[in-house]
């Protein structure tokens, strides 16, 4: 069994940056793709990013893109999102993901591991 943690979140203003962090147990993740999704009041969870087992892929969604950045350090067993430039619309729950089989998973179906979320809020 895989757990994720996710920390990192917090109170920025517009403009700003943060860089939430997951960490996982298990001797199995450095094989798993880790996704990142968030979910604001009232919304459905959405794709933000993710990146392959080695690091080697990432994709994002088009609202992120050229502001976010997901990167891994497998001997930590951990997996970071990167947010720069924040937009008052970046505001959520942010929840790390694993998959276990090979592909980039673009759909919350495609996990099969979950955290329990953080907070990010985006203020003017």
């Known amino acids: 069994q895989v757990q994720l943690v996710e920390s990192g979140g917090g109170l920025v203003q517009a403009g700003g940056s943060l860089r939430l962090s997951c960490a996982a147990s298990g001797r199995t993740f450095s094989s798993f793709t880790m996704g990142w999704f968030r979910q604001a009041p009232g919304k459905e969870r959405e794709f933000v990013g993710a990146?392959?087992?080695?690091?080697?892929?990432?994709y994002y969604a088009d609202s992120v893109k050229g502001r976010f950045t997901v990167s891994r350090d497998n001997a930590k067993n951990t997996v970071y999102l990167q947010m720069n430039s924040l937009e008052l619309e970046d505001t959520a729950v942010y929840y790390c993901a694993g998959r276990r089989v090979a592909g980039l998973g673009l759909n919350v179906r495609d996990y099969d591991y979950w955290g329990q979320g953080t907070q990010v809020t985006v203020s003017s």
């Open positions: 990146i392959s087992w080695r690091g080697g892929s990432t």
